[in-house]
């Protein structure tokens, strides 16, 4: 038996009723408008905070520095499906030099239920970039996501470099690949796959009296291959809109990611909408939501996730 997607995030509850396995803000091409745009319900491998970009190069246009955390409540669910409810907090930091940049930042999800609906999710994201002209910036990231059930766990690490060019001060192209290492635990015996990643993306971030930030990416990862099949491939495009005013950024961002498994389609959306008070120094604090639902083309089964996070950081 194969579930169509292996533990990542919270998703290992919804996904569990759909199919199972026998033995879950960032930009791409430049940082966000909001000082932490987290990202919960995201597809494979891309729970984030906000503090570090998919794209570890990004990270050096991400200006100012900060620091901060955050809280989330989550719930899962969907017609004919038990209602699972989640707890979640998170940190992270980002340090932005004229040169370098670092970043790194950790979430942790888990069940309010524990003892029918078991399940902690720990997340770790690092990078580090540099700038190598005034146009171009290079970054490695590392990233490792743990998730443990009532009877197995699933370790995912994440290695990836990139590069990010900015173009006349306010257009950015983005591109960065990697490799992702799954290893599942179960009953005693595990199972290890490895597979490649790609991501590519162009924005635009305007400042001045309005701040705009618009940027599409998309993030391809090939299949795992286990036991002779193919397992979570997935293409994810991203669509980001930011406007900032008076120390007010209002943003949207929509996620569509098709995964694949065996043949088999399951398409996921992620709709999420930020709110954040947001001077360029000192405290801000910003309300982030997300609705999401995940369809399985073979059977019809529809899961649904409600995300609420509440962030607030210090900028200097």
């Known amino acids: ?45 891309q729970v984030q905070a906000g503090f570090v970009t998919l794209n570890p190069a990004a990270t050096q246009w991400g200006a100012p520095s900060r620091f901060g955390l955050g809280i989330v409540q989550a719930e899962t669910g969907g017609e004919g499906q038990k209602t699972v409810e989640f707890d979640g907090r998170y940190v992270g930091l980002r340090l932005v030099g004229e040169l370098f940049s670092v970043a790194a930042e950790a979430v942790e999800i888990i069940s309010q239920n524990r003892k029918t609906q078991k399940l902690d999710v720990d997340t770790a ?13 290079i970054g490695g990231g590392y990233s490792r996501e743990i998730a443990t059930g009532a009877t197995s766990e699933t370790d995912e690490q994440k290695t990836v470099a990139g590069v990010s060019f900015r173009l006349a001060e306010m257009f950015f192209v983005g591109a960065a690949m990697g490799t992702e290492e799954l290893k599942i635990t179960s009953s005693g015996s595990s ?20 701040l705009v930030h ?103």
Request: hydrophobic share 45%; proline share 5%; charged share 15%.
């Open 1 to 45: 038996m194969y579930r169509i997607h292996h533990a990542f995030g919270i998703w290992l509850a919804i996904t569990a009723g759909i199919c199972t396995y026998s033995v879950a803000n960032a930009q791409v091409a430049v940082p966000p408008l909001n000082p932490a745009m987290p990202d919960i319900a995201a597809p494979p491998g």
């Open 125 to 137: 994201n690092a990078a580090l970039a540099g700038e190598v002209t005034d146009f171009l910036a």
């Open 191 to 210: 199972i290890d796959a490895k597979r490649d990643l790609i991501m590519v993306g162009a924005g635009v971030r305007l400042g001045g009296p309005v």
């Open 214 to 316: 618009a940027e599409y990416y998309v993030i391809n990862r090939d299949p795992y291959k286990i036991s002779g099949f193919k397992i979570d491939e997935s293409e994810s495009q991203v669509g980001v809109l930011e406007l900032g005013a008076l120390n007010f950024i209002l943003g949207y961002r929509v996620t569509n990611t098709t995964i694949t498994n065996a043949g088999v389609e399951t398409k996921l959306t992620v709709q999420s909408a930020d709110f954040a008070w947001a001077p360029e120094e000192g405290f801000t604090v910003g309300i982030h939501v997300e609705d999401a639902e995940l369809e399985d083309d073979a059977t019809g089964v529809v899961a649904t996730a409600d995300v609420t996070a509440l962030t607030v950081t210090f900028q200097f």
